[in-house]
């Protein structure tokens, strides 16, 4: 199986966790001939399978499926008291006199996994980690397409010798989370344009590249750098579909020069947004911070209430380097736009 007959023209709607994405963008993206995503990572099985019914009642065409290779963690009594005191200037400043402790870290990876096995998607990808060349073989023997994310040439080399079908390579340029697996998170620099061609000159399998990728003309130049397809999240994230709180497409659409940069404040691994006063409280303390998922189970909690509150400050802006180069328009006309960009160069 070729990525171009799973689906036609070159372009991956980025999956976009905590409910970015939505079923009706996955399947206007897939409907336009490119291959919509719908990110996983934190839905609970129940979750996954509504919302892929809702994506198949509206498309026909493939999709994607996007989680975290991620093991459940259990963290101690008193990493979890040094978290939250450490998260205490900004639960504070909501008013609060504690913060709850989740009801739980993070969505079981196994379960999730079994879920996207019986749902049989044309296409899995995956972040955070790598599969077991068993779980690969179960993929497959499912019909699955399946699609490893990579910041750095091992990476690529490993996803390829379990037996994945492609790879993505994730510049330093991306939105949202770093797909790092093998050696520190801080470590993999490599911008997109760097990254990719190492990716394509080590690997047999399709690369798709991703990072800044913004329009027809990046799209153009990645394919003839040697990728297959493209990943854009940033471009999608302030689509009508877009399931982004308004306040958050807002700082989006008007970020000009803003600045965006990496941060593990809100997670505990390592992600790009805009910078706000959040990550700017806790910056002291960064590297300190416990691990995904516990951070980012704690700060959601905050992130939540700071969403109710319209309060852009305390939220977590993901998005790329190219936002200021974001349109809002539909997902189709957006894939169609694309498309016209690219046979205009």
Not at 31 to 52: D, H, V
Not at 135 to 163: C, K, M, N, P, Y
Not at 180 to 207: C, D, R, S, Y
Request: proline share 6%; aromatic share 6%.
């Amino acid at each position: 199986m070729t990525l171009a007959s799973v689906f036609p023209h070159p372009i991956i709607q980025g999956p976009m966790a905590g409910g970015n994405n939505t079923p009706a963008q996955v399947a206007a993206v897939s409907n336009a001939g490119a291959l919509g995503s719908l990110a996983c990572s934190l839905l609970s099985p129940e979750t996954i399978r509504e919302q892929t019914a809702q994506i198949r009642a509206l498309t026909e065409r493939p999709f994607c499926l996007n989680f975290f290779v991620q093991q459940t963690p259990n963290p101690s009594p008193e990493e979890v008291a040094q978290a939250k005191e450490w998260l205490k200037p900004v639960w504070s400043e909501l008013g609060w006199s504690e913060l709850p402790t989740p009801a739980k870290w993070c969505e079981d990876f196994s379960a999730q996994f079994e879920t996207l096995v019986a749902l049989r998607p044309a296409v899995a990808s995956f972040t955070f980690g790598i599969l077991s060349v068993e779980q690969i073989d179960r993929l497959h023997e499912a019909g699955i397409f399946v699609i490893g994310t990579i910041t750095h040439v091992d990476e690529a080399l490993a996803w390829e010798s379990r037996g994945a079908d492609a790879v993505i390579a994730s510049g330093i340029e991306s939105g949202g989370h770093r797909g790092t697996f093998i050696g520190a998170q801080e470590n993999a620099q490599l911008k997109t344009f760097e990254l990719l061609p190492q990716v394509v000159a080590a690997v047999n399998i399709p690369v798709i590249a991703a990072g800044g990728i913004m329009d027809g003309a990046d799209i153009k130049r990645a394919l003839r750098a040697g990728a297959q397809a493209v990943q854009m999240g940033t471009a999608f994230l302030v689509n009508d579909e877009s399931g982004i709180h308004p306040a958050y497409k807002q700082r989006l659409l008007t970020a000009g020069d803003h600045p965006t940069r990496l941060t593990r404040t809100f997670s505990g691994r390592y992600a790009r947004g805009l910078e706000n006063r959040f990550m700017q409280t806790l910056a002291a303390n960064e590297r300190q911070l416990p691990l995904y998922p516990i951070q980012n189970a704690l700060t959601s909690l905050i992130r939540s209430e700071a969403a109710k509150r319209d309060e852009t400050e305390l939220m977590s802006l993901w998005c790329g380097v190219g936002v200021a180069r974001a349109r809002p328009m539909a997902a189709a006309k957006l894939v169609e736009t694309l498309l016209t960009e690219i046979s205009a160069t």
